[in-house]
């Protein structure tokens, strides 16, 4: 028998109940729906509480756009950089803070619009009936709400309180410098007119009214931080388009819509301007210093040909001979060649003096206004230096020195200045040879207008002053077209494919699907969390299968929770499920008694681990069991240290064993017959200082040798063995050995001691009954009427017992579904 109870317990031990931990899972399904609901109910809370938040894109394509009627070989050209550079240039630009300060002051962000919502102000930008239009360069009260009530179809009354200390701060956002005043003042109120001027120490605006005004509406506005809105609007996501490498998307996240695109529109338009500009900056230069030579130049040309004309009256000199003409336009043809090759080389070196001494080239660069550039690699190399500053100034508004981007940019200009220096060199050489050259051509000429009659030599000195003079303004004139014509003509290189528009999107944020799934998973967690917590710090035995599963004791039986007044439950109530249990252990039990003759006494000693887990009620019932089917038997209490059952018996314990074991009374003397047919009693009797050594004497070897003479069952109740030692040495009388386990009480380890016997052949014929023992799904599906451990613990029982099992909550729901039959 021992053989195959370990071999049952340790293949109980390797197989997961699957089954029985899920039946415990299900047990908690008040728990599940509760903490469920809870759950859903926070989540759909938190839906309607946090702020949402949506988002809105604009598409734009960044792309090197040249006007096609111009070529690289007009005069005044301009290219704004390579286009390796220009998205990143872009991507730079958009979250700098000098760009979104250019927008935020372009749409008044600065300026908050709010409302009064049901969890908090709410940002209600665009959806006003009025918009506030400030005086950038007057005081405005700064940081403080400012309620606007309509009081009328064209009246509105503004209301605030100061602050209690009498400092107010105070805002002006022409200079973004905050200063304050201190007024006596508790409150400012006062109606006033749409369009009307309002002209304060602290209020410097006037009310626009943009829709309909309704009577007895709020609103709130509000001077916040011009700092703080440039940063709160930095944050534009800038993406790239899968195959598209010229096109960006352009992402703004906020909780009012029409914020988000007014000010994505907004930051494209800003761009977009600012990139026109930069691209046209060399000719705008070009067109302002040429008007400035041209005014210079038309009167010099005015003047020269006045003293023309008084040289031709006065000397009576009006025309040129053949051979003075002929010379005339030799000299002139040269004095031309190297006024321009001696102005383009003081261009090219105030050109080189101006790189060396400035580390900007975005606004003073020197331009060639009357000279024809050589080499086309010049103009090139002066946009590519223009554009690269540019972008560095730009970058050095959000990086720092050491930023890797930055770095690279200053190579790259390094790079630049030293191909533009290389050029200029090599043309001043080639142009110095050529003034050379000309020059020894001039000497010959000159030794010809000697020759000339002196009239003559005076009248072509004139006019080639004349001539030089009407070139330059000619040539001013014409780049002065020039100019205006590739400003007028300049295409963007930004170019709006899809503006930002509200088409209805609901918000990213918060996501109500997410948020109840989160809370379905939230609803389930917690409580099977509660429920392995509770399992691993769970020490108390719940079912036979445990005590199976983990001690090589038998499980005898199951007994039922009594629900009587006494312990007295077979004989005053022997239809209840708790006495049909002890008649099955009875049946039960005889296989214990395999050492003991059939007509022979039978012993059966009970104990338990410590005091509480029912081993008195137990032993009263399975003595009144064995009296009822008609044998004689005797009940005898020996825990002599709690005694309890005279209690049941309506006796007192005035006299029993103590008084015998110590020679006062005989053992006639303290047997006490009951109420139970065939059932007599031995009480312990008062309580002695020496229990121990009491039950160790002859005395009670005597009286148990009498007792199995005089009676067919001796049931003994001892003390609990996990607290004295006093059960252990009364084993020894035992036929069967029942050792008491009560359901949520005993703790799993204080069977151990008994155990370690049993496994150790110290103690045979013992087994466990599990007491007070009820049915809970939590602890598994139910051990009944199949297991032999007590009739009727399951649906099959209904209907058999006095009482019945106490109906859950879902029991009674569904017993009210279920229609009647």
């Not at 060396?356 to 020197?366: A, C, G, Q, R, V």
């Not at 050095?396 to 220096?421: C, G, M, Q, W, Y």
């Not at 780049?479 to 528009?501: F, L, P, Q």
Request: with cysteine.
């Amino acid at each position: 028998m021992d053989s195959k109870t370990n071999f049952s317990a340790n293949s109980a031990q390797n197989n997961i109940d699957v089954k029985g931990y899920l039946f415990k899972v299900l047990a908690y399904w008040q728990l599940f729906l509760v903490t469920i609901i809870i759950s859903f109910i926070v989540a759909k809370f938190l839906v309607g509480y946090k702020q949402k938040i949506y988002s809105l894109n604009t598409t734009i394509s960044v792309k090197e756009e040249n006007n096609p009627l111009f070529s690289t070989g007009t005069s005044i050209a301009f290219n704004w950089g390579g286009s390796s550079n220009e998205m990143e240039t872009v991507r730079v630009i958009l979250t700098s803070r000098s760009h979104n300060e250019k927008v935020v002051k372009k749409l008044n962000f600065f300026i908050e619009y709010l409302k009064e919502g049901r969890y908090r102000l709410e940002d209600v930008y665009g959806y006003t009936p009025f918009t506030v239009n400030i005086n950038a360069k007057k005081t405005q009260l700064y940081g403080k709400l400012i309620e606007v009530e309509i009081t009328g179809e064209n009246t509105y009354k503004l209301s605030f309180d100061y602050n209690l200390s009498g400092a107010n701060s105070l805002i002006t956002y022409d200079t973004n410098i905050v200063s304050g005043f201190n007024t006596s003042e508790v409150r400012f109120s006062k109606e006033f007119r749409v369009d009307e001027k309002i002209d304060t120490p602290y209020l410097n605006f006037v009310l626009k009214k943009v829709s309909k005004f309704n009577v007895g509406e709020k609103y709130f506005i509000k001077f916040s931080s011009f700092d703080g809105a440039v940063g709160a609007n930095r944050g534009i996501g800038v993406g790239t388009i899968t195959n598209a490498a010229s096109m960006l998307t352009l992402t703004k996240n906020g909780s009012n819509k029409r914020r988000i695109v007014d000010y994505l529109n907004a930051t494209v338009q800003v761009l977009e301007k600012d990139k026109k500009d930069q691209k046209i900056a060399y000719a705008v230069k070009t067109r302002e210093y040429i008007d400035t030579l041209f005014i210079q130049e038309s009167e010099k040309l005015k003047r020269i040909e006045k003293d023309l004309g008084n040289f031709k009256e006065s000397n009576n000199i009006f025309n040129l001979s053949t051979e003075g003409d002929n010379v005339y336009q030799e000299i002139q043809d040269l004095d031309k060649d190297k006024k321009e090759l001696q102005e383009f080389n003081d261009y090219l070196e105030n050109l080189r003096t101006y790189i060396l001494t400035h580390n900007k080239y975005t606004e003073t660069i020197p331009v060639p206004a009357l000279i024809t550039i050589q080499d086309s690699k010049i103009s090139s190399e002066i946009s590519v230096l223009i554009t690269k500053s540019s972008l560095r100034e730009t970058l050095r508004n959000s990086v720092t020195e050491n930023h890797p981007d930055l770095i690279k940019l200053n190579n790259e200009i390094t790079i630049a200045k030293n191909n533009l220096f290389e050029n200029i060199s090599t043309l001043k050489r080639v142009n110095i040879n050529s003034i050379s050259k000309i020059s020894s051509r001039l000497l010959n000429y000159s030794s010809k207008l000697k020759k000339l009659p002196r009239k003559e030599q005076g009248l072509i000195g004139y006019q080639r002053n004349y001539e030089i003079s009407e070139a330059n303004y000619n040539y001013l004139k014409q780049k002065k077209y020039e100019a205006g014509t590739v400003i007028a003509a300049n295409v963007s290189d930004v170019k709006i494919i899809d503006t930002a528009k509200d088409l209805g999107q609901g918000p990213f944020f918060p996501k109500p699907s997410f948020n109840y799934l989160v809370a379905l998973m939230i609803g389930i967690i917690i409580p099977l969390f509660y429920i392995i917590l509770k399992e691993v710090l769970d020490n108390k035995i719940h079912t036979a299968e445990e005590i199976q599963n983990n001690y090589a004791i038998p499980v005898l039986g199951v007994v039922g929770r009594n629900k009587g007044e006494n312990n007295l439950a077979v004989f005053e109530r022997p239809k209840s499920s708790v006495a049909e249990s002890f008649r099955a252990i009875r049946s039960n039990i005889q296989f214990l008694f395999k050492n003991a003759q059939e007509d022979e006494c039978k012993t059966l000693v009970l104990t338990s681990s410590v005091s509480g887990e029912g081993k008195t009620m137990i032993s009263i019932n399975m003595a009144t069991v064995f009296a009822l089917s008609g044998k004689k038997t005797v009940l005898i209490g020996l825990d002599l240290r709690k005694p309890k059952i005279y209690g049941d018996f309506g006796f007192t314990n005035e006299v029993g064993v103590v008084n015998h074991l110590i020679k006062q009374k005989t053992l006639d003397e303290i047997i006490r017959p009951t109420k139970i047919p065939n059932l007599d009693v031995i009480l312990s009797g008062p309580i002695p200082p020496n229990p121990s050594e009491l039950l160790l004497n002859k005395v009670t070897d005597d009286m148990i040798l009498q007792l199995k003479k005089d009676y067919d069952y001796v049931i003994i109740d001892t003390p609990p063995v996990g607290l004295v030692s006093d059960a252990l040495e009364l084993f020894k009388y035992a036929d069967a050995i029942v050792y008491v386990i009560r359901q949520d009480y005993s703790e799993k380890g204080m069977m151990k001691m008994i155990d370690d016997k049993y496994r150790n052949k110290e103690v045979t014929n013992i087994s466990y009954i599990l007491n007070d023992f009820s049915i809970k799904n939590r602890y598994g599906y139910g051990y009944g009427y199949g297991y032999g451990y007590g009739y009727g613990y399951g649906k099959y029982g209904n209907g058999y017992h006095e009482e019945e099992e106490t109906k859950g909550f879902l029991s009674k729901i569904l017993s009210f579904i279920k229609p009647k039959e």
